[in-house]
């Protein structure tokens, strides 16, 4: 038995707690490994933000999505991307993207590669052209509307054309 005055056997641990052993040497963290090129290409989840509080006068181009909640004015040319004009967001400029939705004020045309959608808080005053639109109901929409064909949807757009003549002609009777 041990006793604490004994010099011949002393624990090499003076706190009295039990002895742990070490962890391997391993790093606590460890660098994500590079699946990718770093960086340089741009993922569809990126996205840009104009703030309440900012405004641009002049030209907005770029290779990444758009949110804009602040004011613009001029053109916003991204193409292949989204903008997406947000409820206090007001623009006053030609945009053309892959898809735009508005859920604020836009006066100008909208030319998208794939859909325009105008949710229900929305206004847009200006020319729409694109493969498919989206009007919700409580949105404000003055202009003309072209939809583009792609070639294997043809019989489709063509129905979709219909029901929106007799729409439109049901709403203004």
Do not use: C
Request: no cysteine; proline share 8%; aromatic share 2%.
């Amino acid at each position: 038995m041990w006793k604490p005055n004994q010099t011949g056997n002393q624990p090499q641990n003076p706190s009295h707690e039990p002895v742990r052993p070490t962890p391997p040497a391993t790093p606590a963290y460890e660098p994500p490994r590079p699946a990718a090129p770093a960086q340089p290409v741009m993922n569809s989840a990126d996205q840009a933000t104009i703030g309440k509080s900012l405004v641009i006068k002049g030209e907005v181009t770029g290779s990444e999505s758009l949110f804009i909640d602040g004011k613009v004015e001029g053109s916003i040319t991204l193409p292949g991307n989204r903008v997406t004009v947000g409820r206090n967001g007001n623009v006053a400029a030609n945009i053309t993207a892959r898809e735009i939705v508005v859920l604020g004020k836009v006066r100008g045309n909208a030319n998208a590669s794939d859909r325009v959608d105008i949710r229900s808080e929305g206004s847009l005053i200006g020319d729409v052209s694109a493969q498919r639109i989206s009007i919700e109901d409580g949105a404000y929409f003055k202009g003309g509307i072209d939809i583009r064909k792609s070639g294997n949807e043809k019989s489709a757009n063509s129905s979709a054309a219909a029901a929106s003549s007799s729409t439109s002609t049901s709403a203004s009777a």
